[in-house]
């Protein structure tokens, strides 16, 4: 049997899909991915946690927080390093003891209920929008039968809108009131991470903001000592590709300029220059390679200045 030449061009097609980086410089570069330097907006959101989480399910009394930040400071890190560190113990599932769910715009109950099922790994998370709101109590059941003690809601800034355009501010919506029931159905501190619109929620979900009164925040760093010393322990958590050119304060600085101090875009940039120095033969990242590495993860087509031309 004569079988088929393969197809020229969709052999160029996957060359070019899959040449960009070696093997080698993604595997040294998924390190700097992966890191996390506890820094000090990161420990007291950890701080914050660990109390939560231990006051959670042992008191009637509700309790909860909201963690407040631009996109990309860490917010959502530091709850999967809480998550991942949490210690083994037959008080609770290590899988389900704290739970985290990302709540789309304008959500309503069916969308939290089946955000949390799925991260209970519940074998029937999916249904219409009615069936949804009916297995609200399913979820209670479910949340207590797994001895959950904390949820985490990302993008919370998204449950503030109001039930209806006629309505008052004070009004909650069902999404803002089905939360206020979980807390009081099942003893569950809870977490809601966003941006300062949720400085707005006594406002908009009174009820549910006197069941939430820490207020934590997290911010992009300054371009002060503090930042020199978390680029300094960033690079010591990266043990496969020396980064020692980074140490550098004056380069800290460039780093800061390129990045406003924000941690998403810190470890982009880092990774990319992580990518590219390995792929030229080099055993350490420098200026050359930061300079492509701006170009690439800010475009040719960037307003941005590239500081490290």
């Known amino acids: ?21 070696s093997v ?3 595997r ?26 231990q006051l959670g399910t042992e008191f009637s009394m509700p309790q909860g927080m ?4 631009p996109s990309g400071v860490g917010k959502t890190d530091s709850f999967k390093y809480f998550r991942a560190s949490l210690p083994q113990s037959a008080l609770f599932s290590q899988d389900f003891a704290a739970i985290g769910v990302r709540v789309q715009s304008r959500p309503k109950t069916g969308h939290l209920v089946q955000g949390i099922l ?3 790994k519940y074998p029937f998370a999916g ?11 399913l979820v209670f059941d479910a949340l207590k039968n797994c001895k959950t003690r904390l949820i985490w809601i990302d993008e919370a800034h998204h449950l503030l809108y109001p039930r209806r355009v006629s309505a008052s501010s004070d009004l909650e919506n069902e999404a803002t009131e089905f939360l206020r029931e979980l807390m009081d159905e099942c003893n569950i501190s809870l977490v809601l991470a966003g941006t300062s619109e949720l400085d707005t929620l006594p406002d908009a979900a ?19 000592g503090n930042w020199v010393g978390f680029v300094r322990a960033f690079a010591k958590q990266c043990q496969s590709f020396d980064l020692g050119y980074i140490h550098a304060p004056e380069v800290a600085m460039l780093l800061h300029l390129a990045t406003d101090g924000n941690l998403r875009a810190f470890k982009r940039l880092l990774t990319e220059a992580i990518l590219i120095a390995f792929d030229r033969g080099h055993s350490a990242v420098d200026k050359e390679a930061f300079c492509s590495a ?11 200045s590239n500081p490290f031309v």
């Open 1 to 21: 049997m004569q079988l088929d030449a393969p197809d020229p061009e969709q052999l160029a097609l996957d060359a070019r899909r899959l040449s960009t980086y």
């Open 24 to 26: 080698g410089a993604l």
């Open 28 to 53: 040294v570069a998924t390190e700097a991915d992966r890191a996390f330097v506890l820094f000090p907006d990161a420990v007291r959101a950890l701080k914050a946690l660990d109390r939560l989480f």
């Open 66 to 69: 909201c963690l407040i930040g």
């Open 118 to 120: 799925k991260a209970l």
């Open 127 to 137: 249904g219409s929008g009615k069936q949804l709101y009916m297995r609200r109590f």
């Open 206 to 224: 009174s009820h549910l903001a006197s069941r939430v009164p820490i207020r934590e925040e997290m911010k992009n760093f300054t371009s002060d």
């Open 294 to 304: 701006f170009k690439q993860v800010c475009g040719q087509a960037t307003l941005r």
